[in-house]
């Protein structure tokens, strides 16, 4: 027995807090420039699921065939077509996350931490900094 499974992705909600909702969108959107967009709103994933218990394998086989889907999806994010290092999206276009979308958005969580009623405690400062020597190192300055 199979099942197919779609979900389709919703806005985020909102928890009536400016502050959580600023900060739960910049992560959507962060994941989302990371990732190609998989999670944007509208966007159906999808999955087959075995619903009965499988039949016997010959285990060497199974575990190499598993292991070589868990390491592209887990670790490419694409299926292992190809060299395995270069991830792509299904129509095979090559997928290239980009960098100075990343810094903006990087940039604009600095900006907002410094900004905000807790600008002063020390964990803030502290992850201000992290965040300008990322900036630093990746993004130009």
Known sequence: VVVY???EIGDVISTGNEIADWFNNLIMDI????SGNLLQ????????????SPEEVYTPEWENH???WRYSIDVNHRSPNGDGRNPQ????EPFSPKTALIC???EELKNKLNHNAFKNLKLVKEVEHLLE?????????
């Open 41 to 52: 709103s509208g966007n159906v994933l999808s999955w087959n699921v075995w619903a009965l």
């Open 133 to 141: 020597s990322i900036i630093a190192k990746n993004c130009g300055g």
């Open 5 to 7: 499974l779609g979900v």
């Open 89 to 92: 999206y299904f129509n095979g």
């Open 31 to 34: 994941f989302n420039i990371g």
């Open 66 to 68: 598993a292991d070589y």
């Open 104 to 106: 903006d958005k990087l």
